[in-house]
């Protein structure tokens, strides 16, 4: 089963094309093709923009990907693109783009979850049974979720306000380190001294799995303005924050450990996986894989290359769901609110 992703709810627009056999998924050729230039002089992503962007890109992207794959569009089987939730000026032109091919070869077109992408992202590069433990940290999420099998998602808990991946963005703005944020943070928290700077917790002593990081980011704010910002306080700052964000998640991680454990037998040995663009984060990854040792849980992540969004995990979803009969109508339409927990692609309540 071979099958071309196409991604475009935010900034990225990626393509990937794979096949999928009894031996698993393989990706043949992927392209990624960022905004960073487009979005930088805002210091964020403005959906507008990134809509122009995405329809000014997406079929050269498409195009590309088919020829580093060494596949002709013939030799495709299916069309997979993200449908929600994001941006649906993004969300649309990747669908559309995806609908067109799907008429243009009569092959199915597949709607897929950007959010189940991210949840089965790290099955693109080990082996990682199901039920496993997800915690999804990305631009516009945060949250616990037990993956049961492909559709059963099962939401343990999530943030109340921001996510982890908007706290990092908009930390890195007021520290003026850029955009994206993410990655800039991390580079400077590692020249500073992670003791530096107190900062909060946020509902660490709270049992259950509520997170909060809206309050951090605020700290942050307050911390950057009480003393000149030399390079040597921005490094500082960004170790403490992201020490607290490691503080917080390895707290709420190891109680979502247990509850998950509760459930199992005993002799289980179940995995924890991290997905979504944090996971990126090197600092983050390996305090999780240190839990893990002490929780007996397995670690999984993707490579970072396939942490941030990209068309591969598009790609690897739609190839699962094809291969269980599933498509989608030409009546889909974008969603630019997706619960993973909520319902499947072609049953799924439609927008617009
Ligand atoms: P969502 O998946 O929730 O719709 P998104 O698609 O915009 O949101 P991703 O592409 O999965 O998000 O991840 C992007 C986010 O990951 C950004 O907030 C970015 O700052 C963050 N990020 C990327 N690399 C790192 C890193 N090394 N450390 C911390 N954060 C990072
Ligand atoms: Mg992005
Ligand atoms: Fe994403």
């Known amino acids: 089963l071979t099958v071309l992703g196409i991604e475009t709810s935010c900034d990225e627009t990626a393509a990937a094309v794979l096949r999928l056999d009894a031996n698993g998924p393989t990706v043949l050729g992927e392209v990624v093709a960022s905004q960073f230039d487009e979005h930088r002089d805002y210091g964020g992503v403005v959906p507008e923009i990134a809509a ?6 997406c079929d050269d992207v498409v195009r590309e990907t088919l020829k580093a794959s ?28 995806a609908k067109a091919l799907s008429i243009a070869t009569g092959k199915p077109f597949i ?40 559709n059963d998602y099962q939401r343990l808990g999530s943030t109340i306000d921001d996510a982890v991946g908007e706290a990092f963005d908009k930390s890195a703005k007021v520290l003026g380190l850029g955009f994206p944020g993410g990655p ?28 909060s990081f809206a309050g951090l980011k605020t700290a942050v704010l307050r911390a950057s303005e009480a003393e000149p910002l030399t390079r040597e306080r ?23 450990m247990q509850m998950v454990r509760r459930d199992l037998p005993s002799d289980a040995q179940p995995a924890f996986v991290i997905a979504g663009g944090v996971g990126a984060n090197k600092t983050l990854r ?5 839990l893990c040792e002490e929780e007996g849980f397995a670690f999984a992540a993707p490579p970072l290359k396939w942490c941030t969004d990209n068309g591969a ?4 979803a739609g190839a699962m769901r094809l291969a269980l009969g599933e498509q989608s109508g030409m009546d889909l339409a974008a969603r ?17």
Request: with cysteine.
């Open 52 to 57: 122009r962007a995405h329809a000014e890109k």
């Open 70 to 97: 060494g596949v002709s569009l013939s030799d495709v089987d299916g069309f997979a693109a993200t449908t929600g939730p994001g941006l649906v000026g993004g969300v649309m032109v990747g669908m559309m783009t």
């Open 111 to 150: 709607g897929v979850n950007h959010l189940e992408g991210h949840a089965l992202s790290p099955r693109l590069s080990e082996t990682v049974d199901f039920p496993y433990l997800l915690l999804l940290v990305s631009g516009g999420h945060c949250q616990f979720l037990r993956v049961n099998g492909l």
């Open 184 to 211: 800039a943070l991390e580079r400077a928290a590692a020249e500073g001294d992670e003791t530096a700077v107190k900062l909060p917790r946020p509902l660490l002593d709270r049992p259950g799995l509520d997170m």
């Open 234 to 256: 921005v490094c500082d700052i960004s170790a403490s924050f992201q020490a607290a964000i490691r503080d917080v998640l390895v707290h709420k991680t190891r109680t979502a």
């Open 286 to 290: 390996s305090a999780l894989q240190g």
């Open 313 to 316: 995990m598009i790609a690897y």
């Open 336 to 352: 630019p609110r997706w619960p993973l927990d909520e319902a499947s692609a072609a049953s799924a309540p439609v927008f617009g």
